[in-house]
């Protein structure tokens, strides 16, 4: 199979609908059914179902479109590691460490002037993105190194090293009335009618209907809380980032979070490994 057949079935398996994969990859549409009849034919399966009025999903194609969003990922993967390589064999090393914005920053600087301390210490780039973005960034090696935050992030395939393990607090904006209370539950805070929860934007860029305002980064969401439009859960540690007009509170019965330091068990990155060894005896 070839990239291309690949990139092209994935983008009808996820629209189901081959005018929008057609648009959505910038071709015609008959070229494009031609290429995934082709690809049937060269796996002898059956990928869809197709009707007049539906496109769906075979078994086979099911299987064929999770193992091909891995292969796809790992093909952009080995492209991104081979130009790190061939920019450090130039006498440019570097890593980048992907990191939730908001989140651990007070690690993350302990981290980096720790290991800029170290004999043979390289350029580390850090690459600040919001919610889950890590994970990705990590699989498709745009990214050589990620904080993580178990149970949140999906650390399966990854080697990791705890670092440290936090209860959570609810962040409020000042005067409201949950700040009277010494500790919350979760049940308090949900479903409060004049501080509604926040959405994100999902995998498609798409926000999900709702109440609560659009939040795009942990900055952008703090102050929404400061000017009391909604509420917002983060990790202990992130106090010392809050300001006087909100008031945090701790979250009695909310999961701990662990966060780790995460990197793909293939990698023979020497500076990666010193990396995770400063993070770990810090």
Do not use: N
């Not at 959505?24 to 009707?51: K, V």
């Not at 009025?53 to 299987?63: H, I, Q």
């Not at 969401?221 to 007009?245: K, W």
């Amino acid at each position: 199979m070839e990239t291309r057949e690949l990139h092209y079935f994935i983008a009808v398996a996820e629209e189901l609908h081959f005018g929008r994969a057609a648009q959505r990859l910038g071709i015609a549409q008959p070229p494009l059914s031609r290429a995934i009849s082709q690809l049937e034919r060269r796996l002898g399966a059956a990928l869809l179902q197709r009707t007049s009025r539906s496109v769906t999903l075979t078994e086979a194609g099911t299987v064929l479109l999770h193992e091909g969003r891995v292969a796809l990922d790992a093909v952009e993967a080995a492209e991104h590691r081979t130009r790190r390589a061939a920019l450090a064999a130039a006498g440019e090393p570097s890593i980048v460490l992907a990191t939730k914005a908001g989140a651990s920053s007070q690690i993350l600087a302990k981290l980096l002037h720790a290991y800029a301390a170290e004999p043979g210490s390289v350029r580390v780039d850090v690459m600040l993105c919001g919610p889950g973005e890590q994970v990705w960034l990590l699989r498709s090696g745009r990214a050589d190194v990620a904080i993580l935050h178990q149970p949140f992030d999906d650390t399966a395939g990854f080697d990791t090293e705890e670092l440290l393990t936090e209860g959570q607090i609810a962040v409020l904006p000042a005067g409201h009335t949950l700040t009277t209370s010494e500790d919350l539950r979760l049940d308090d805070l949900t479903d409060v009618p004049d501080l509604p929860a926040p959405r994100w934007p999902g995998p498609d860029g798409t926000y999900a209907a709702g109440p609560g305002p659009e939040a795009q980064s942990h900055t952008q969401l703090l102050q929404l809380v400061a000017l009391g439009r909604t509420l917002m859960t983060v990790l202990d540690s992130c106090r010392p980032q809050l300001g006087d007009d909100v008031v945090a509170v701790p979250i009695v019965d909310a999961p701990a979070v662990t966060t780790v330091i995460a990197w793909p068990p293939h990698s023979r990155i020497r500076a990666v490994a010193d990396l995770v060894r400063t993070a770990v005896s810090l």
